[in-house]
């Protein structure tokens, strides 16, 4: 069992800056892939961006220069750099890994662009 919790979120204005963590409880993280998503009530939960064990990434189109995803193996958290925030980026953003098919969550925290 993977435990992930999320840091980070808040209220920020657009064109702001925010990083989100994400801290695991397993050691094996290392050989986890992981990745941000987001979720806006009524619409379905939307890849963000995603970071292999290796560190080959991937990014939604609608994040791609404003957001970096990034690991840190050695404590066993990830990251999300998110910069030049939009209104729509608003929701509330879930931290994801993957072991052997099985999805492991945590429990979300939300991010608001607002002026």
């Known amino acids: 069992q993977v435990q992930l919790v999320e840091s980070g979120g808040g209220l920020v204005q657009p064109g702001g800056s925010l990083r989100l963590s994400c801290a695991a409880s397993t050691t094996l993280f290392r050989f986890l892939s992981m990745g941000w998503y987001r979720q806006v009530p009524g619409k379905q939960r939307e890849l963000v961006a995603t970071i292999t064990s290796a560190g080959s990434t991937n990014y939604a189109d609608s994040v791609k220069g404003r957001f970096t995803i990034s690991r840190d193996n050695a404590k066993n958290t990830g990251s999300l750099q998110m910069n030049s925030l939009k209104p729509e980026d608003t929701a509330v953003y879930y931290c994801?890994?993957?072991?052997?098919?099985?999805?492991?969550w945590g429990k979300g925290t939300l991010v608001t662009v607002s002026s």
């Open positions: 994801n890994a993957q072991n052997g098919g099985i999805n492991y």
